[in-house]
């Protein structure tokens, strides 16, 4: 089984900075995308961005200038460095494992983190 496990959350004040953090474990042959997704309270969740193997990026315009996607693709993990916060950023934060192969003749899969609770407020 493949696990995704976040961290880094916490609470932040306006114009502050987190970074995230999102480690896949398990026996992993590859991952296709990493991404990150948020939901606030009563709202449908969204992406935030997202980083493919090759390492292009994809981000949501309320983030754009704000945060920045990487990853490690040695450690299976992906970051979301998140500066400028505000209050509607305020989230769960849930990491996404997309396309993972477990071995080379193995088929697809997706896999989703726990979730961590990102607060801006002052």
């Known amino acids: 089984q493949v696990q995704l496990v976040e961290s880094g959350g916490g609470l932040v004040q306006p114009g502050g900075s987190l970074r995230l953090s999102c480690a896949a474990s398990?026996?992993?042959?590859?991952?296709?995308?990493m991404a990150w997704y948020r939901q606030a309270p009563g709202k449908e969740r969204g992406l935030v961005a997202a980083i493919a193997s090759s390492g292009s990026t994809n981000y949501a315009d309320s983030v754009k200038g704000r945060f920045t996607i990487s990853r490690d693709n040695a450690k299976s993990t992906v970051y979301l460095q998140m500066n400028s916060l505000k209050p509607e950023d305020t989230a769960v934060y849930y990491c996404k494992a997309d396309q993972v192969r477990r071995s080379s003749w193995s088929s697809y899969r997706d896999y989703w983190g726990q979730g961590t609770q990102v607060t801006v407020s002052s």
């Open positions: 398990g026996r992993i042959f590859s991952i296709n995308v």
